[in-house]
């Protein structure tokens, strides 16, 4: 399964624009990037998913490049309520059935007033 | 909307004692999980289930520890000894079935406590 590395943490503000990237080097052909968000003493929330080039839903926005190495995610204009820790993953959807979904660490999200 | 429900919420016990964490999937789903998070650590992987076996386990996943689906819709976590570090939140999680996108729809956690 792929490796990814997130940043540790990233502090912003209302109003902002997140980016948090996400470098998986390993990726496979078949396997999909997908972001979690959790917060604190909940199961982790499905956000979006992605192949290639760009998807947007009503939550955020995911960027890859053609290459596929990394990914970014992109939350518009965050508020205090967006303050979670975001997790990357990569895997296969064909074979998320059987295999484990891993976690990496997560980019804690801290947004101030 | 659907959602997999866990109980207990929270479950106190003393050290060597068997606990049981439950969890009722989504209806329809085919491949269940069970994660863990201790405090302040990353989510982690302990066991997959499909068609009533274990898929894949990790290295968490020892001898104490066994999984069950009894009736068709309860999905069970056993701790047969629990130990201190066996404290943490444990998350069920269960997925439509391949071909999906692949999204775990997670429950709300028990957070297990072992004094």
């Known amino acids: 399964l792929a490796k990814t590395t997130q940043p540790i943490s990233m502090d912003s503000y209302e109003g902002q624009e997140v980016n948090i990237t996400c470098s998986h080097n390993?990726?496979?052909?078949?396997?999909?990037i997908t972001w979690y968000q959790q917060f604190p003493s909940q199961g982790p929330r499905f956000i979006i998913q992605g192949y290639k080039t760009k998807v947007t839903n009503e939550v955020a926005s995911l960027f890859i490049p053609a290459d596929r190495k990394s990914s970014t995610l992109s939350l518009p204009r965050v508020s205090l309520s967006d303050t979670a820790v975001y997790y990357c993953?990569?895997?296969?959807?064909?074979?998320?059935?059987?295999?484990?979904?891993?976690f990496g660490s997560g980019t804690r999200l801290q947004v101030q007033p | 909307e659907p959602e997999v429900t866990q109980t207990p919420s929270h479950q106190v016990t003393q050290m060597g004692q068997e606990v049981i964490l439950r969890c009722v999937p989504i209806s329809n789903h085919l491949y269940f999980y069970w994660y863990r998070q201790i405090l302040g650590q990353k989510v982690e992987f302990l066991v997959s289930f499909y068609n009533n076996e274990i898929s894949e386990k990790s290295e968490i996943f020892d001898d104490q520890f066994s999984v069950e689906r009894p009736d068709g819709s309860n999905f069970t976590l056993k701790i047969r000894s629990t130990k201190l570090e066996d404290s943490a939140m444990y998350f069920c999680?269960?997925?439509?079935?391949?071909?999906?996108?692949?999204?775990?729809?997670f429950g709300e956690g028990s957070r297990l406590t072992v004094l």
């Open positions: 390993n990726i496979a052909t078949n396997d999909y």
């Open positions: 993953l990569v895997g296969d959807p064909m074979d998320t059935g059987r295999r484990a979904l891993t």
């Open positions: 999680a269960s997925i439509p079935g391949q071909g999906a996108t692949g999204e775990l729809f």
